[in-house]
């Protein structure tokens, strides 16, 4: 459940309003009874008469800070975060042990753009509650606003380890690490803007961002200052691999496997291209296992000669390098495509069902994800802030 779906079950759920010495004895009954009315106001979708009832709660027991919390919550539901805020200071002051009310403060504040005081709002809420998924999120786009950009990376790799399919988390992960990058080549061209560093990094961001011919240039220019260097023809020729330049990526993964024998992912990609593009099965097999001699867990490789295998009809031995990837990486749906296809080619075709079922599922949920969070990210441009 959401931070937000969590506050609103504390703020419907929550037993009795009533702490002794926090109204006079003749209150209690009113205060109850319009502490139900406001919850029956909530029930039934009625914001504005629940604030009016907390309201007038607040006017009779103004010590009451659980009132604060709920009047705060119902604020923040309505988008109205400048009265979120005010009331919610305000019930803070009078209990400053409410971690769900310093929580929505900090949210508040960062949606009205004050990150510098949602600062401390939020980390208080995070100590309290360590797992507060939606506070962390919010420090963390604050710490991103505030331009700490390593504390922002070190709370989102928190999340991502507790919800590692949280794409916005990914995304958000990959933003921070980004600048950290361009701040560091900046750093470095301050120092030297023609160094082979320079523009290996400089490939690097433009290489993430999908600017592969800038990564190309980049990268090319860093070969010819430092042609020997270990990495540089490796990144090359996995750039001119994506944008389908077999010959060119051949060569450089050639180059690299000559200034670093021990590269298994260069090795792995020559064989991957003899195998899916040249249609050269023999020799492909021949130098993917190269590849898995140096790196034997290396699941692509795995699945390249599970692959291989089954284009010489050797279904038996193929079977076991799909499983072993099937197995080490269980949410891949291409090895569960090629392990059917073995298990058919052995006649086992109850097994070869069964993988296709889990192909079926995995392309579907791979799907709908992106679908979601297109959705997501198109409402988050759409929602007021």
Same mark, same amino acid.
């Given at each position: 459940?959401?931070?937000?779906?969590?506050?609103?079950?504390?703020?419907?759920?929550?037993?009795?309003?009533?702490?002794?010495?926090?109204?006079?004895?003749?209150?209690?009954?009113?205060?109850?009874?319009?502490?139900?009315?406001?919850?029956?106001?909530?029930?039934?979708?009625?914001?504005?008469?629940?604030?009016?009832?907390?309201?007038?709660? @607040? #006017?009779?027991? *103004? =010590?009451?800070?659980? &009132?604060?919390?709920? +009047?705060?919550?119902?604020?923040? %539901?309505?988008? /109205?975060?400048?009265?979120?805020?005010?009331?919610?200071?305000?019930?803070?002051?009078?209990?400053?042990?409410?971690?769900?009310?310093?929580?929505?403060?900090?949210?508040?504040?960062?949606?009205?753009?004050?990150?510098?005081?949602?600062?401390?709002?939020?980390?208080?809420? @995070? #100590?309290?509650? *360590? =797992?507060?998924?939606? &506070?962390?999120?919010? +420090?963390?786009?604050?710490?991103? %606003?505030?331009? /700490?950009?390593?504390?922002?990376?070190?709370?989102?790799?928190?999340?991502?380890?507790?919800?590692?399919?949280?794409?916005?988390?990914?995304?958000?992960?990959?933003?921070?690490?980004?600048?950290?990058?361009?701040?560091?080549?900046?750093?470095?061209?301050?120092?030297?803007?023609?160094?082979?560093?320079?523009?290996?990094?400089?490939?690097?961001?433009?290489?993430?961002?999908?600017?592969?011919?800038?990564?190309?240039?980049?990268?090319?220019?860093?070969?010819?200052?430092?042609?020997?260097?270990?990495?540089?023809?490796?990144?090359?020729?996995?750039?001119?691999?994506?944008?389908?330049?077999?010959?060119?990526?051949?060569?450089?993964?050639?180059?690299?496997?000559?200034?670093?024998?021990?590269?298994?992912?260069?090795?792995?990609?020559?064989?991957?291209?003899?195998?899916?593009?040249?249609?050269?099965?023999?020799?492909?097999?021949?130098?993917?296992?190269?590849?898995?001699?140096?790196?034997?867990?290396?699941?692509?490789?795995?699945?390249?000669?599970?692959?291989?295998?089954?284009?010489?009809?050797?279904?038996?031995?193929?079977?076991?390098?799909?499983?072993?990837?099937?197995?080490?990486?269980?949410?891949?749906?291409?090895?569960?495509?090629?392990?059917?296809?073995?298990?058919?080619?052995?006649?086992?075709?109850?097994?070869?069902?069964?993988?296709?079922?889990?192909?079926?599922?995995?392309?579907?949920?791979?799907?709908?994800?992106?679908?979601?969070?297109?959705?997501?990210?198109?409402?988050?441009?759409?929602?007021?802030?």
């Amino acid at each position: 459940m959401s931070l937000v779906g969590t506050l609103l079950a504390i703020a419907i759920l929550f037993p009795s309003l009533l702490h002794p010495a926090q109204a006079k004895p003749s209150n209690d009954a009113l205060v109850q009874k319009l502490y139900q009315d406001a919850k029956t106001a909530q029930a039934n979708g009625d914001s504005v008469g629940a604030i009016a009832k907390y309201r007038a709660i @607040l #006017r009779i027991a *103004p =010590r009451l800070g659980s &009132a604060y919390n709920n +009047l705060g919550l119902l604020y923040f %539901k309505q988008r /109205d975060y400048e009265n979120a805020v005010r009331v919610l200071e305000q019930g803070l002051k009078v209990n400053p042990a409410m971690p769900t009310a310093s929580a929505l403060l900090g949210i508040s504040l960062s949606e009205l753009g004050r990150y510098a005081e949602a600062r401390p709002r939020l980390e208080e809420a @995070l #100590r309290r509650n *360590p =797992r507060d998924n939606d &506070a962390e999120k919010f +420090l963390a786009n604050d710490l991103i %606003k505030l331009g /700490d950009l390593e504390g922002a990376a070190t709370h989102l790799s928190q999340i991502a380890r507790r919800q590692p399919q949280d794409q916005e988390v990914w995304y958000l992960l990959g933003e921070v690490y980004m600048q950290l990058s361009q701040q560091a080549l900046s750093k470095m061209n301050a120092i030297n803007p023609d160094s082979e560093l320079v523009h290996e990094m400089s490939g690097e961001i433009m290489e993430s961002m999908k600017n592969y011919d800038g990564a190309l240039f980049e990268y090319k220019k860093a070969a010819d200052m430092a042609p020997e260097k270990p990495g540089i023809h490796y990144k090359l020729g996995n750039v001119y691999w994506t944008v389908a330049q077999w010959d060119a990526a051949t060569k450089e993964f050639q180059a690299e496997l000559a200034n670093d024998p021990r590269n298994c992912k260069a090795q792995a990609l020559i064989a991957d291209i003899l195998i899916d593009q040249r249609m050269n099965f023999e020799q492909g097999l021949a130098e993917v296992d190269k590849a898995l001699v140096i790196c034997p867990d290396l699941i692509q490789a795995r699945v390249d000669r599970g692959r291989a295998l089954l284009k010489l009809n050797r279904n038996e031995e193929a079977v076991k390098d799909l499983q072993a990837a099937a197995q080490a990486s269980p949410d891949d749906p291409g090895a569960h495509f090629f392990l059917a296809q073995a298990y058919r080619g052995l006649g086992r075709t109850g097994e070869a069902q069964a993988e296709m079922q889990i192909y079926s599922k995995l392309e579907e949920s791979s799907r709908a994800a992106t679908a979601a969070r297109a959705r997501e990210l198109i409402q988050n441009k759409e929602a007021p802030h």
